[in-house]
Structure formats: C-alpha cells, structure tokens
C-alpha cells in the first residue's frame, strides 16, 4: 500500500467538530467507515500520529491491511477542506488479534485417488527482536510435526532426503503425497528462498527426482474477514510442478487451498 506524505499537522477540533469514526477489526486488519462531511474536500487518515493515507471526498469506507498482531493502533481520523482546514476529527483506539490456531481442508471432490482427503495446519505468532512470524505445524495422523521454520533460520539449507525420519522430511514428504498426482517421489528437496511477515510464509523449495531439478512455491497466507478467519495454502511452481499437482476445481485458483480456522 502506497504511502502518502503530507506536511499537515492534526489539529484538535473542539468536541462539536468530532466526526463519527466507525471501525471494524478483523485479526490484523480494520475497516474504518465514516459519514459524510458537508464541504470536506480531503480525508486524512493517520496510524499512531504517522500520516498514511489521503482520501478524495466521496470515499467513505478504507482498509488498512497487515497491521502486526497482538498490537495496539489509534488511528486519527480528519475531515479537511480545500485549503487543509480540519472540518472534524475522531479518533479510535484499538488491540489486534493473531493468527494462531488450527486449520484445515477438508476435500470435498477428486481426492487424487484417495490420497487427498484432507490437510490440517497449526500456527503459532513467532515475535522475534521485533519482527513477527507464523510458524507451520503439520498434523501427520494425529502427530503435530513442526515444519517451518527451516534450521538454520535465516539459511543456507543443505539438501533433506525423503527417507530421513526428521520432521521436516516426514511433513514435506506426506504434503508431496497428497498434492502429486504422478507415481514419482522426489528423493530429496531443499529450501532456497524463505520470505515471511506478519501473515504471510512464502517457502521456495527444489525437489530432486531422477536427477531432474523442479522448483516450487509454497504459500501460506493468513487472512480474516466477515467471512472468517482462515488460511489460504497455495503451492506452483515451473510447468513440470503444475503438470505434477493436484488442483482444486472448486477454487478460483487451482493451486489454492483454503483452510478454515477450527480453533
């Protein structure tokens, strides 16, 4: 999301010039909404006194999105004139919640010849000197094993052979199990790439098979709406990987699974 500058101090309107601020928050997002004001030319949005965004007149609704969780936010809200005059001004005050939870699919249509019928993920919110996370668990029958993130954190990773009994082989090798629908097991992968924020994983990783390199891209996106909670698990990758993958006809994007949040 774009920022915009603005060189325009909030001024404290008198109590008769409050505007009415309505807000909706949804884990690390909120929808903010407002009625219209008579003569208002800009609305300027600002997060914890930081100027973030400029509205024209005639927007009456934003959503700020990918804010960290567990975090509190007041968000200043100011109705401005032609000539940067506060018309009215609210402000609310807010905590965010996190993502941490059980998700799963459940498969509805082709199981990929019995052997997709379902994925259940658990996350936890890592806080690490600042920054933030979601760790991934898998539920291998019954059995949570952790799965991201990789060891050594920050990399390089050395190459993991699927017949090593370690967690991380045993996850990726059952995801492989459920989602390929060739008769071909890779022999071994390897992270290359990890790129995470606040609510969102995304994993590159090779696999080997017959001396034959192919390169994937695993997702994990956590999102919350007013249709819930719920996580949005993604894999593709070259054309070999997409030839190889089970698809979802029920999504809008064959390469996507969306995961309700169970508890």
């Keep these: ?13 008198p109590a008769a010039l409050f505007a009415a601020l309505y807000h909706e928050v949804y884990t690390n997002n909120v929808t903010l909404s407002w009625d219209k004001v008579d003569n208002a030319v800009y609305y300027d949005i600002y997060i914890d006194r930081t100027p973030f965004v ?12 990918n804010l960290n969780q567990n975090q509190e936010y007041t968000i200043t809200f100011g109705a401005r004139d032609e ?42 919110l890592i806080e690490d000197e600042g920054a933030q996370y979601m760790a991934i668990s898998y539920n291998l029958d019954g059995e949570i094993l952790p799965f991201f993130p990789f060891d050594p954190i920050e990399g390089p990773w050395p190459w993991i052979k699927f017949k090593d009994k370690i967690d991380v082989a045993r996850v990726y090798k059952d995801i ?88």
């Design 1 to 13: 999301m774009k920022k915009i500058l603005f060189t325009i101090l909030f001024l404290l309107c």
């Design 83 to 124: 000539n940067n005059n506060t018309l009215s001004a609210s402000k609310v005050t807010f905590t965010t919640g996190n993502y941490s939870g059980t998700y799963r699919f459940i498969n509805k249509g082709d199981d990929n010849n019995g052997k997709f019928k379902d994925i259940e993920f658990v996350a936890k």
């Design 176 to 263: 492989c199990r459920k989602i390929n629908i060739l008769d071909v097991t890779p022999t071994a992968f390897q992270p290359v790439k990890v790129q995470k924020t606040t609510d969102r994983v995304i994993l590159n990783i090779t696999s080997k098979a017959f001396g034959i390199k192919v390169g994937t891209i695993t997702e994990f996106l956590f999102k919350s709406d007013e249709s819930g909670t719920y996580l949005i698990f993604r894999n593709t990758g070259s054309d070999i990987a997409k030839k190889a993958l089970f698809k979802n006809e029920a999504s809008e994007d064959p390469f996507a699974f969306v995961l309700e949040k169970v508890e």
């Design 54 to 65: 400029r509205l024209l007149n005639g927007e009456l609704s934003y959503t700020i999105k």
